[in-house]
């Protein structure tokens, strides 16, 4: 590639848990309001709505453990504690029923927010993207690869914030499980090797204040940690 005319940008690469692997993130995808208690404390109704997606830039993507400096241009960050899929098989139009050969592999997550921002933006009726598609906002755990874990259609998940439990739920209660959410987004892009999907939060967001750290962790595949400076 000597014809480029600045330095390829460096892939974002995740590390696979027990082993020295890495996982090359493509692109990162996120579900909105996909726990009925999340969608009610949003103000949202849990019944009627379809999944809808935004997007976080790849690169976005920090992996668990890691000190970051405490996001610019807000002062209320909130903690989202989310299931990664991480998708291994490229495909559009996929059937829910199929789904499950796309997945690679899933990890915990934490999708963090601007919740000022957010709610800044839904008042005006503009864009999520800088509210949700800031630097280091995508907390993902070490991949967990399918084999080794199965479907996760259940299983606890938690966000612990300074030690302090925050939000505590449970994968079967997404309004839309995995394979559900992957043949809705695969009807609306073509899912490729490398995409992420951050599948959405259960209730009990909150916020998260400058020399805090906090910890998303899901039975079975282990913990997304962040401190903030
Ligand atoms: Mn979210």
Redesign the pocket.
């Known amino acids: 590639m000597e014809n480029l005319v600045l330095p390829a940008p460096a892939p974002v690469l995740l590390p696979v848990a027990g082993s020295e692997a890495l996982f090359p993130v493509r692109r990162i995808y996120?579900v909105?309001r996909n726990y009925a208690d999340h969608a009610k404390e949003m103000g949202g109704d849990p019944q009627r709505e379809p999944p809808f997606f935004f997007a976080k830039p790849a690169d976005a993507a920090i992996p668990s453990g890691r000190r970051i400096a405490f996001p610019p241009a807000t002062r209320n960050l909130h903690h989202?504690a989310?299931l990664v899929v991480a998708i291994g098989l490229a495909g559009s139009d996929i059937p829910a029923t199929g789904a499950e050969r796309h997945i690679w592999g899933h990890a915990a997550g934490n999708?963090l927010?601007r919740r000022d921002l957010q709610d800044a933006a839904k008042a005006g009726r503009r864009p999520w993207s800088m509210a949700k598609g800031f630097d280091n906002s995508a907390v993902i755990g070490a991949l967990h690869p399918l084999s080794e874990t199965g479907p996760m259609t259940s299983g606890r998940i938690r966000c612990h914030v300074d030690g302090a439990l925050r939000q505590d739920g449970d994968l079967a209660d997404m309004i839309w499980p995995v394979n559900e959410v992957i043949a809705f987004l695969s009807r609306l892009v073509t899912l490729a090797p490398g995409d992420l999907i951050?599948t959405?939060?259960p209730a009990g967001v909150g916020p998260i204040l400058p020399g805090q750290s906090c910890r998303v962790s899901i039975d079975g595949l282990g913990a997304a940690e962040t401190a903030f400076d």
């Open positions: 996120c909105g989202e989310e999708d927010t951050m959405g939060t």
